[in-house]
């Protein structure tokens, strides 16, 4: 039953080769969408921030 | 002007990648709904969040460098405060599908709590009633019917 094991194997070796393709495939199309890591509000309050300290300061 | 022609911009463009997440929703392959729609989400989300932090922030500059000032711009972020809560749920919950449809072979990742957020982010930047809080409830209103698409998500997020 050698043979069959073979065959076995080659079909499991296909199989897997055929899903690895068509998943490199999808990815590669895939629109990547992760969102960026950077917080906007909280840079735009400690930017708004530094601006006044540096305007009253500026004034004194 | 120049917000007002940003604005349409990001409705038509909102709008057109919403529409194609919504044909793909009804197309028998789960996983190029999740693709559509995660690139809809991706397309909206690029116009509106700059937007949005600009209002933000012009809000803020609008306030006097004096006692008083200090305080508009703490009622600024206090009034913008529930909006970015829920802006940040609604990105963890697209950093979440994102990073499953990455990983799917056969099952696509559920959209359910992404839809759910993207509801929730309406509801909140809603109350703003600027240029972009405008935009956000348009594209958050067509996410709106592609969950009425998918059949697993109930009313509020959830997997039935």
């Known amino acids: 039953m050698s043979w069959l094991s073979a065959l076995i194997q080659a079909a499991g070796a296909a199989a897997g080769a055929a899903v690895q393709a068509w998943s490199a495939t999808r990815a590669n199309q895939r629109v990547k969408s992760a969102p960026p890591p950077v917080d906007g509000a909280d840079q735009v309050d400690a930017k708004i921030d530094a601006e006044r300290a540096a305007r009253k300061a500026a004034e004194k | ?160």
């Open chain 2, 1 to 160: 002007m120049v917000l007002l022609v940003k604005h349409r911009y990001a409705m038509s463009w909102g709008f057109a990648v919403a529409a194609v997440a919504l044909l793909a929703c009804t197309h028998q392959n789960g996983l190029a709904a999740v693709d559509a729609t995660l690139a809809a989400t991706s397309a909206a989300a690029a116009t509106i969040e700059p937007l949005l932090l600009t209002e933000y922030e012009a809000a803020q500059r609008a306030c006097p460098l004096t006692p008083e000032g200090d305080a508009c711009v703490k009622q600024v972020r206090e009034r913008w405060a529930p909006a970015w809560v829920s802006y940040r749920a609604f990105r963890a919950a697209w950093l979440a599908v994102d990073v499953a449809a990455d990983a799917a072979h056969d099952t696509p990742p559920d959209l359910c709590p992404l839809l759910a957020a993207a509801g929730d982010m309406h509801r909140a930047v809603a109350p703003l009633g600027t240029t972009a809080a405008r935009s956000v409830v348009a594209a958050s209103l067509v996410l709106d019917q592609v969950r009425l698409l998918v059949p697993s998500c109930t009313q509020d997020g959830g997997v039935r």
